[in-house]
T-cell receptor, first 115, second 115 residues
Framework: SQTIHQWPATLVQPVGSPLSLECTVE??????LYWYRQAAGRGLQLLFY??????ISSEVPQNLSASRPQDRQFILSSKKLLLSDSGFYLC??????????????FGPGTRLTVL | AQSVTQLGSHVSVSEGALVLLRCNYS??????LFWYVQYPNQGLQLLLKYTSAATLVKGINGFEAEFKKSETSFHLTKPSAHMSDAAEYFCAVSEGTGGSYIPTFGRGTSLIVHP
């Protein structure tokens, strides 16, 4: 069966500090990978998605970046955090193509507080 | 293009009462439709999905949803609410081609269950 891991679970960082959030998927090959953010009381905001190693698409201009160094690893980074980066970050995976339905499966999330 | 509208950011019901969460969608092709549930400080969990088979879809925890093409709706129902159903619910649409990669999510509906 497939599983998805995110870490850390919670993080408190000062403004201007760097960020690295990691997501790994087990039990599937060549998944589509996604990073979402939920600000307090708001819906899901798609930040990045990737359909393969080294292939990253950005949905929103911001001070965040994403990388996919391995097939089942997706990393969200920032060089300098802003207060507005606070939120709940969710990683998700899906499989596309004939016979698949683009169902997304979500990780447990990382709660980031920027002070 | 695809879009999702969830009517009502908050729905309040009494324990044992019918739950009805509304979702309307637009899609230029036959869609795949999803309902996800999110408990506090957790990731999203798939409740059920419609993928062009039976129009009445049964999911986990006693929830079901009916795809109505003429109304472009995919409302979520449960005959009798439990306290444990209190959560955020998201409707999502994917343009059913298996190659769209990115479902569109609604803004979410918070279900409040009163004793």
């Amino acid at each position: 069966s497939q599983t998805i891991h995110q870490w850390p679970a919670t993080l408190v960082q000062p403004v201007g500090s760097p960020l690295s959030l990691e997501c790994t998927v087990e039990g599937t090959s060549n998944p589509n990978l996604y990073w979402y953010r939920q600000a307090a009381g708001r819906g899901l905001q798609l930040l990045f998605y990737s359909v393969g190693i080294g292939q990253i698409s950005s949905e929103v201009p911001q001070n965040l970046s994403a990388s996919r160094p391995q097939d089942r690893q997706f990393i969200l980074s920032s060089k300098k955090l802003l207060l507005s980066d606070s939120g709940f970050y969710l990683c998700a995976w899906s499989v596309s193509g004939v016979g698949h339905t683009d169902t997304q499966y979500f990780g447990p999330g990382t709660r980031l507080t920027v002070l | 293009a695809q879009s999702v509208t969830q009517l009502g950011s908050h729905v309040s019901v009494s324990e044992g009462a019918l739950v009805l969460l509304r979702c309307n969608y637009s899609s230029s092709v036959p869609p795949y439709l999803f309902w996800y549930v999110q408990y506090p400080n957790q990731g999203l969990q798939l409740l059920l999905k419609y993928t062009s088979a039976a129009t009445l879809v049964k999911g986990i925890n006693g929830f079901e949803a009916e795809f109505k093409k003429s109304e472009t709706s995919f409302h979520l129902t449960k005959p009798s609410a439990h306290m444990s159903d209190a959560a955020e619910y998201f409707c999502a649409v994917s343009e059913g081609t298996g190659g769209s990669y990115i479902p569109t999510f609604g803004r979410g509906t918070s279900l409040i269950v009163h004793p």
